[in-house]
Structures are given as structure tokens and as C-alpha cells.
């Protein structure tokens, strides 16, 4: 479209109206077949909707410009994405893969921290490629735990460097604790270098191009991972290995090993998730989420837990237990009302991953099974 096409559309309100008419189609995706009627899940896919464009306006509208970037977290308490992790303080900055540009910071205490650069988008090809990688555990600090990290398509002569692509169009840290009451997340800013210029006012064609890009976000990120807990049904109560390049592929960490399922359970049921050997590794968790792959509310309910926060048993493995009502034992796990659900196990770091088996069992005899 022109220019002065694109202008008509603004002063019109017609690029207005495109907008909130693919938002409107949005809805769709919540009132899919497979996907459970029920009026809490209902209810929650269309907050989900509204949490994803809260989202995508950050993203696309006001962090946008990758001449100016800004960090903004892109899942957190009120606003989630494909089993966000309740233990990550997720990170995110736009660019341009033909320019530089600076991280700057200290490190802190927290016990994982990772820096990927992306191209793609889901607003775009469905996918979110990494083009360059790299985590703490190669990160060149001063004594003081402060650090710069270079961004660019060039390896610089010395220091901390990630790789951009020509094509790499943003870049996710994942700041994972432990215990969130005891270690200090990195302190984090990023800049472009080879700019001093002021952003130019609004145009047309960026608001143009933003509001479509944003619409396009809440849908096609609903669509997956709507497609995704439609799959995970076929396999309920269980908890298989995830297609590892699938999660790679749409942004995940290649330190992590991910399994992604489906729950449901009665009120007199409990499902297990048992580990007969915990492997060798920097992290592990494991998360409830609600059909949409959000995690559930780990503000108010314990619906996460980790290596810092599981019991393990006298054997290396652990249990978790799922379930309704307070069992009364261990590493038990919330519902927190809902009657079904996805959920989610990450080991990372690890040299090679342990597979959980599950089980449902009946409330009733849970204490014959300690």
C-alpha cells in the first residue's frame, strides 16, 4: 500500500477498524471444538486474549523501534505465554540485525541467566529462530559483577559477545531463580551503538504497521498453542518428552529439556509425577498450567515446584503430588480450581534427561503409597 494510502487509513479510521475486526476474530481460537466449554475456561481464554494483546502492544507499539530499544517482560504474573515459567523473570528487546548494540549490567545472584538473540516472530512465520546464544556460565564478569555484552554480526576483538544474524530481530533473557526471596535478579539496560539520533514522532505507517503486527500476535499465538493442548490430549495424565526442536524453534532455550502434557483429575483423584533418580543438572521445575498454557496463579497458590523447593526422597528421585484437595503430604501441587489442564517439566543444564512416569491414584490411598 502507499503511502499516502496508508494515511488515508489513519485519518479515516479504517486501519482502526481493520484492527479491532482481527481481534474480534481472535475469539475463535477460545471457542474451538476440542477446547473444554466449561465457563472457567472459557472465561479464562478470553482474559488470555486480552493478557496476549497487552503483550503484543508492548512488543510491537511502544518498545517497537529497534533504533531505541528498551527491555520489557513479555510473561509475568498477569500476562503469560506457552507455560510461561513462574520461576523466570523474562526480559525482551526489539532489533535490528544490522545494527550493534550494548547489554549492559551486573550480574546479581540469581541462579540462571541466558541471553538469545531471535528472528521471526509468531506475529509473523509462527517461529522464533535463535541466532545467537550465550549463559552465565560464559559470561566474563569484573569484579564488582558488572559486564557489557556486544550484540552484532561481527565477533568483537575480546569480551562478552552474542551473534546477530541480518535478519535477527530481538533478544529474550531468562533470569531463573532458585528462590526468589533470596537471590538478586541482573540489573539490565541495552542500547544501540552506532546511533545518537532522537525518534522521530509517529507516523502513519508505523501505527499501520504495529496495529497489524499486534493483531497478528494475539492471533497466532493463540492459534498455537491452542493446536499444542489440543495435542497434549491425546495423551492425558501423562507426560511425554516435547518435540525438543518444535520448542526450539519457537523461542525456547537450547539448555532446557522440555515435557509438556495434559491433566485432568476428579475431585478424589491425585496424579504423581515421580522421578526415581534426579539428574545432575543447574535447574528443574515443574508447573500446572490451565488449558491455554498459562501457568496458574503462583501468586495466591503453589502450582510450581523446583529443585530449591521440592522434598526429594532418600534415593535421589522425588514425588509430586497433584491434586484438588490438601493431601498432606510433600510437594504436593494446587489445582487451584481448575478441573483440567497442561502442564509442564524443564530440566536445565542437564547432561541427559531423567523420564518422569505418572499415575493417577485415588486420594483415599495416597498414604499407603508413602
Known sequence: MSSDGIEQQVVTGQVWSDFCDQLKRCGEQILRAEAPADTQTRAEGFRYLTRLLRIALEMHLEFADPDFPGFFSPSHETAKIGADNPDNLYQYARLNGQHQYRVSGRRGSVSYLSFGTQKGGYESDGKMIQTGFLDASQLQLEADGSFELILS??????????????????????????????????????????????????????????????????????????????????????????????????????????????????????????????????????????????????????????????????????RLVLSHRDPGLPNWLETAGHADGTYCLRWVGAKGPAHPTTRVVKLDHLKELQ
Not at 529474550?172 to 539490565?188: C, G, N
Not at 476428579?266 to 488449558?291: M, S, T
Open 153 to 318: 554480526q561481527e565477533r568483537p576483538a575480546s569480551g562478552n559477545w552474542v551473534r546477530l544474524e541480518p535478519e535477527s530481530n530481538a533478544l529474550i533473557v531468562r533470569q531463573t531463580f532458585l528462590d526468589r526471596a533470596s537471590e538478586q535478579p541482573a540489573q539490565l539496560r541495552i542500547e544501540r551503538l552506532d546511533s545518537q539520533q532522537q525518534p522521530e514522532p509517529l507516523s502513519a505507517e508505523r501505527l499501520h504497521q504495529s496495529l497489524g503486527r499486534v493483531a497478528s500476535f494475539v492471533e497466532n499465538t493463540a492459534r498455537l498453542f491452542a493446536d499444542w493442548a489440543q495435542g497434549y490430549q491425546a495423551h492425558t495424565n501423562q507426560l511425554p518428552p516435547a518435540d525438543q526442536a518444535l520448542c526450539q524453534a519457537v523461542g525456547g532455550d537450547p539448555n532446557i529439556f522440555y515435557y509438556h502434557g495434559y491433566w485432568k483429575l476428579a475431585d478424589d483423584e491425585a496424579l504423581l509425577i515421580e522421578v526415581d533418580q534426579l539428574p545432575d543438572c543447574d535447574f528443574w521445575n515443574l508447573q500446572i498450567n490451565n488449558y491455554w498454557m498459562e501457568s496458574l496463579d503462583y501468586r495466591h497458590h503453589r502450582i510450581c515446584l523446583n529443585k530449591h523447593s521440592a522434598q526429594p526422597d532418600s534415593n535421589g528421585g522425588v
